[in-house]
């Protein structure tokens, strides 16, 4: 197995130029569980832990090879809280946002946050930087639209940012967990309400149908919690596995939205 270790963006993306097959490896949390199951016999590997390139973090701007450990401070409180449930301190201090976007598991924990905020994916190669939305980004059970010969830079937020967000997911013990359900909800002053989903389907889900409805209720009350709620359940479209059944995952897609919902306007 060969291993390049490029100093920089551009000798990064040349190597991938040079090795359309390569395997690249950020903090290598779900790589080198791969190799050690002898699932993947990689040829040549890119690493990428020396690219000051893609270290950099703002309020509307994620370089890809951040880690969770310092998202869990970071200026978004949703993104806080959900880099704190991504397994142990080992973990967050090796894996890396850029990885859990190229992975694209459906239980991806930082997916729901992007969804919720319509995030930008930075793809650069040598022909150039190219942005898609997270929706055309994410394309299937770990699967997307990156080319090979591309390399994930960053995440790109909006201007406009929510002034409430909230994150929680599901899980069958209280730490270290894959989820069962994960959710994030933004909200407005002006009402404007965002909910994004997580292992519920193939890539994340927003579920517009509750926005539109919860957007129109300035002070919702009760029964419009619970509207939200059963839209919310409607609108995901989750398997059956191990963890639990479909029937169970979209009963607490809504239990979970609406808790979060809740905590938005309670803010």
């Not at 806080?80 to 976007?101: E, F, H, V």
């Not at 930008?120 to 059970?141: A, C, K, Q, Y």
């Not at 080319?147 to 209280?174: H, M, Y």
Request: hydrophobic share 40%; aromatic share 4%; charged share 25%.
């Amino acid at each position: 197995m060969e291993v390049v270790h490029p100093a920089d963006l551009d000798e990064a993306v040349g190597a991938l130029a040079a090795h359309p097959q390569a395997t690249l490896l950020a903090g290598g949390t779900d790589l080198m569980v791969e190799v050690n199951f002898d699932q993947i016999r990689p040829e040549t590997v890119v690493a990428l832990r020396r690219l000051d390139d893609i270290q950099d973090v703002s309020r509307h701007r994620i370089g890809a090879g951040v880690t969770f450990r310092r998202l869990e401070s970071g200026d978004h409180n949703a993104l806080a809280q959900l880099a704190r449930t991504i397994g142990s301190p080992q973990i967050r201090a090796a894996g890396t946002i850029g990885g859990n976007i190229g992975t694209a598991s459906p239980a991806g924990d930082s997916l729901p946050f992007l969804a919720g905020l319509d995030a930008e994916i930075e793809l650069h190669s040598t022909s150039g930087t190219r942005r898609l939305p997270w929706d055309e980004f994410f394309t299937g059970v770990k699967r997307t639209a990156r080319r090979p010969d591309e390399l994930i830079t960053a995440a790109v937020l909006p201007e406009d940012l929510p002034d409430f967000q909230e994150f929680a997911k599901i899980g069958q013990r209280s730490a270290m967990v894959i989820s069962i359900v994960a959710a994030c909800v933004f909200r407005w002053r002006d009402g404007r309400t965002r909910v994004a989903l997580g292992s519920v389907g193939p890539t994340p889900i927003r579920a517009r149908r509750a926005e539109e409805m919860i957007s129109q209720e300035a002070d919702p009350g009760p029964a419009a919690l619970g509207e939200f709620a059963r839209l919310v359940s409607e609108e995901v479209s989750p398997i059956t596995d191990h963890r639990g059944t479909s029937d169970y995952r979209r009963h607490a897609s809504g239990v979970l939205a609406r808790r979060l919902l809740e905590r938005c306007l309670s803010s």
